[in-house]
């Protein structure tokens, strides 16, 4: 394999010891993104790619990679890393927030908003700088709700580390190089009992990182330690990257990337593990049914509802075709795929929702094309498009995610077509 080969793939995120930056980077490594594309972004943003230690570890018989940041050298002058001079600190968890030490010591403290303008002078790449960006948001909104202020006056200690800006703008670049079709995670382990901090002793899921999940829709799971298994900038990540929190989709595993943490855990190996997953190929479905019901007395207000039961009852398609029945009376002729498992159910569906007598339905095969999804960045915000690839796993068809950008269109006040073209191309200038 090389590393190209893991590029533009499904990433499936498994988080049963929970996540943090480290931990990510450090599974994204493993997986096969270069060291360089890493150590071209820190050099970009004045940290410097010699701080970087990589290497690899055993966790409970798990080889996996870990990285540490070196803090002992000064940080390189006139860019991104002045703002961060005064927080070199170590990690709590083994990661990136200082909510877990409890250490007592001074950190000092910067804000959003400067924060965000150094960002944007560091001269990351495009993609890069809107991925850190987006994760950094994701801190601040969280911070700012808790605290009760604005989120240009957040002010950062944690995040404000050194090895917290590699976590993060590390994984960005790492992931704009991965540029993944799509992202997964089932459930990330959280932790439980309580941490010591600045603010005094608090409930673990960390505050923070709970605010986090908690806006992006996320799914948390307690993992049964009485400990901080997930961190505010792990929680991040998951939030910016995952398209979906769901298990991994069917098709092949081409790598496997595992981060470790710094602590040992009592009970399972501390270890954040990311899956890059290809697309099933092309192929004949043996098992669907097409059902179909010639109906002329019924309104046609009605149409609509019909379609939506039989996708939620599990119908893969469904319409309606006007067609003239006996004695010359216009008609609609319903129109349905459905797995054998689901067959019976629309059936009995259509019989209880339409005035249809009967239903008639016969085997039919059929040739699908692998499907997947990529999330492209554009003017109107981050958007879907969804991707059919060949047996060769080439994108043969390209189409916007219709239901995002209605939703964008109406929120920038511009026509639905303009959104649609954004995504276009987007998609067409991705690397």
Not at 7 to 26: E, K, N, P, Q, V
Not at 246 to 260: K, L, N
Request: glycine share 10%; charged share 20%.
């Amino acid at each position: 394999m090389t590393t190209s080969d893991v590029r533009g793939l499904h990433l499936h995120f498994d988080c049963a010891s929970g996540i943090a930056g480290d931990m990510t980077l450090a599974a994204l490594l493993d997986l096969g993104v270069p060291e360089g594309v890493i150590g071209d972004a820190l050099d970009a943003i004045g940290v410097g790619r010699a701080r970087l230690g990589v290497r690899r570890v055993l966790k409970r018989g798990i080889a996996a990679v870990d990285v540490q940041v070196s803090t002992r050298d000064a940080l390189a002058s006139g860019r991104i890393a002045d703002v961060f001079r005064a927080h070199e600190h170590g990690h709590g968890h083994g990661h990136d927030h200082a909510h877990a030490r409890g250490d007592g010591k001074h950190h000092a403290h910067h804000h959003w908003a400067q924060i965000r303008r150094h960002l944007e002078g560091a001269g990351l790449p495009a993609a890069v700088l809107a991925r850190a960006m987006d994760m950094f948001e994701r801190v601040a909104r969280a911070e700012a709700k808790l605290h009760g202020t604005t989120v240009d006056e957040v002010a950062f200690h944690e995040v404000g580390a050194i090895d917290s800006i590699v976590d993060i703008v590390g994984t960005a670049a790492a992931l704009a190089w991965l540029a993944p079709a799509a992202v997964t995670c089932t459930e990330v382990a959280m932790g439980q009992g309580t941490l010591t901090c600045s603010h005094g002793v608090l409930p673990v899921p960390a505050p923070a990182a709970l605010e986090i999940l908690r806006e992006a829709g996320g799914v948390m799971a307690s993992g049964g330690l009485p400990r901080e298994l997930t961190t505010p900038t792990g929680a991040a990540i998951l939030a910016h990257a995952v398209t979906a929190w769901d298990g991994p989709p069917t098709g092949r595993p081409v790598a496997v990337g595992w981060g470790a943490g710094d602590f040992e855990l009592p009970d399972r190996a501390n270890v954040v593990r990311v899956t890059a997953i290809a697309p099933r190929a092309a192929s004949v479905d043996v098992d669907v049914w097409r059902l179909e019901a010639n109906i002329d007395d019924m309104s046609p207000e009605l149409a609509g509802h019909v379609i939506e039961r039989a996708l939620a009852t599990g119908a893969l398609d469904a319409w309606w075709t006007p067609i003239t029945m006996k004695k010359g009376r216009p008609a609609l002729l319903f129109g349905a795929l459905a797995p054998s498992a689901v067959r019976d159910a629309v059936v009995a569906m259509l019989l209880r929702e339409t005035t249809t007598i009967g239903v008639r339905f016969d085997r039919v095969e059929r040739t699908v094309l692998a499907r997947d999804a990529v999330t492209v960045d554009t003017e109107y915000g981050p958007l879907a498009v969804k991707l059919a690839r060949g047996p060769d796993g080439a994108v043969w068809n390209a189409a916007p995610e219709h239901d995002a950008c209605a939703a964008a269109a109406a929120r920038a006040g511009v026509p639905l077509k303009d959104v649609y073209a954004a995504v276009i191309a987007a998609w067409r200038g991705r690397p």
